[in-house]
């Protein structure tokens, strides 16, 4: 099974630079109220990625091109709670108030002539350690601007605190038809598929970068299979109960769990296929923070498939620099099961 992207670097080679390009970034060396990455590139396609560290209270309000008008909407839900809207303001709340370390990823499809469409997934840290577990949110917005693409991102704190040293705000972007040329922002670091069916999937020793974009699909095997996320560091698994995650299967009201000794995906064993995207932020110094989408097919069209939007947090400081998925049932993970690991600073 050929898992390698079009248009990031692998570590089997160099394919076409036609996927996500860095546009702007700003990282803080000190505690501020804005971050912005100037004047960028129109790009069809946006990620951005937000960080921040908290220097007291802070909340992201995130704006397009120095639009500061009554022209954003967005539909958000906090912890798995009913939806809440937001009409004609001056912004997007890309996170909840807090003095913690959070991680936002969002999508944006920025074609100039349409309102421009933003899914955001954002974790918090919470308090520290995993005896609690962190905060969720996910939000769908739109910048009701039919004129312009957006050249310009800004995070303004409105908080007594401050966006702390470290926070950052990195914008990528890629066109529809974009060309092969420049350096991909996600890197190929590690790709591996099994050969039999087994229990274990791993990275292996990996280059450590402050953030891991971690694609992972776990086929048919024989028996109950029920997928686990580990990290470690110096290419040793962490096992102990140094995990915590908060999750909501099938729309269902949230669950949490703390002191774990892993990062449950699939939160029901199943004896079919899934798959799994986690985005990780592994800043030195930090806990990680750990954002993830999964799918489960339960087998065939006359049942529905099972979603899962899970975040979590590893409460180790140090960078994580190996990823892996263990079964934590009683069969085994089938054969061309797979995870392939991307990074960045």
Not at 295 to 316: D, F, H, L, Y
Not at 330 to 338: D, L, R
Request: charged content about 15%.
């Amino acid at each position: 099974m050929a898992w390698e992207k079009l248009g990031t670097t692998s570590v089997g080679g160099a394919p076409p630079s036609t996927s996500w390009k860095e546009l702007g970034r700003q990282t803080l060396s000190g505690s501020g109220d804005v971050m912005t990455t100037g004047t960028i590139t129109a790009k069809d396609n946006l990620m951005i990625l937000y960080y921040g560290d908290g220097d007291g209270d802070m909340i992201n309000k995130l704006t397009f091109n120095d639009d500061t008008g009554n022209n954003y909407a967005y539909r958000l839900s906090d912890g798995g709670a009913t939806d809440s809207t937001t009409t004609s303001n001056a912004f997007l709340e890309f996170a909840t108030s807090s003095s913690s370390n959070e991680f936002s990823v969002a999508n944006v499809v920025n074609i100039a002539n349409q309102e421009k469409l933003v899914q955001l997934n954002h974790v918090g840290q919470n308090t520290a350690g995993a005896g609690t577990a962190p905060r969720r949110r996910e939000l769908a917005g739109k910048w009701a601007n039919t004129s312009n693409a957006i050249t310009k991102v800004t995070a303004t704190n409105s908080q007594s605190g401050s966006f702390g040293s470290g926070s950052e705000l990195i914008v990528l972007g890629y066109d529809n038809d974009e060309a092969d040329s420049g350096t991909n922002f996600w890197q190929e670091l590690a790709n591996v598929e099994l050969s039999s069916e087994g229990d274990s999937l791993s990275s292996g020793t990996i280059t450590a970068k402050k953030y891991y974009m971690v694609r992972v699909s776990m086929l048919d095997g024989s028996g109950n299979s029920a997928p686990t996320l580990r990290l470690g560091t110096g290419g040793s698994i962490d096992t102990g109960n140094n995990y915590a995650y908060r999750y909501a299967r099938d729309g269902a009201s949230d669950s949490t769990a703390t002191s774990q000794q892993w990062v449950q995906g699939q939160v029901n064993p199943n004896t079919s296929h899934s798959n799994e995207t986690y985005f990780i932020s592994n800043i030195s110094g930090q806990e990680k923070l750990i954002i993830c989408h999964g799918a489960n097919s339960k087998g065939g069209a006359s049942v529905a498939p099972q979603r899962t939007e899970i975040v979590a947090k590893w409460a180790n400081t140090a960078q994580a620099n190996v990823i892996a998925i263990a079964n934590d049932d009683s069969g085994n993970f089938g054969v061309g099961s797979h995870i392939q690991v991307f990074g960045a600073d």
